[in-house]
């Protein structure tokens, strides 16, 4: 167990609903990213946060992905009308600044399956 | 940012040295080389970095090549929780601090 948490770990939805996934880092760690993986891929950088501003969000897979860090605790993923293509782990990873250096503490995911 | 390369697959026995290569010709002077690890299941996990020296820690050791344009993530001794997905990623200092991770190593280890 590293710290952070996810919830769901799993979400089955059906192609066109709204998901939202939580994600709560390590308490003292300003930096939050959000990642995605594929079968067979190394994680995929979507987006992330310092505090509650998203310093880097050009790499949202879409216009229908978005993220939110409000009090620059947890964080939150949502996709609109999911499509079969977005199934896949969605992960989130916190990392305290320092430095030139930040190792990334993962979470263990929230699995999304659309129908 | 500058790519990796690495093998997709390795088997190793357990209780053995393992040595996994990583290839990053067109790396730039200012990239770390960083190594995380997925075991299955599980999100990724810090094994280790470095710049241009040779590092050690209580996971691994990272070996450099004089011109960076290779590293080596060493186990000293393999064991079974060892089996996992190994990714060797470099980090541009104007990346924003996201990791780019590539399809990795696949390592299989075997009693």
């Known amino acids: 167990d590293t710290g952070v948490s996810q919830d769901p770990r799993h979400k089955i939805t059906k192609r066109g609903q709204n998901v939202t996934f939580r994600c709560d880092p390590i308490s003292e760690h300003n930096r939050l990213y959000w990642y995605r993986q594929t079968l067979g891929q190394g994680p995929e950088f979507l987006t992330y946060f310092q505090n509650e501003a998203q310093l880097e969000k050009s790499r949202l897979l879409s216009d229908r992905f978005s993220a939110e860090r409000p009090k620059g605790s947890f964080s939150t993923l949502e996709i609109q009308r999911t499509e079969q293509g977005d199934s896949a782990m969605y992960l989130c990873a916190s990392s305290l600044a320092l430095g030139s250096y930040n190792e990334q503490f993962f979470g263990p995911g929230t699995r999304l399956t659309v129908l | 940012d500058a790519k990796t390369t690495q093998p997709n697959s390795m088997e190793s026995n357990e209780e053995e040295p393992v040595h996994l290569p990583c290839n990053h010709s067109t790396i730039s002077g200012t990239d770390y080389i960083h190594w995380y690890r997925q075991l299955p299941s599980q999100g990724p996990e810090y094994v280790i970095h470095?710049?241009?020296s040779n590092v050690n820690n209580r996971m691994a050791s990272l070996a450099i090549a004089e011109d960076r344009k290779s590293s080596t993530l060493i186990l000293h001794r393999a064991t079974l929780r060892d089996a996992a997905v190994y990714y060797c990623i470099l980090r541009a200092s104007n990346s924003g601090y996201a990791l780019n991770f590539g399809k990795g190593t696949s390592l299989l280890v075997t009693p």
């Open positions: 470095g710049l241009t």
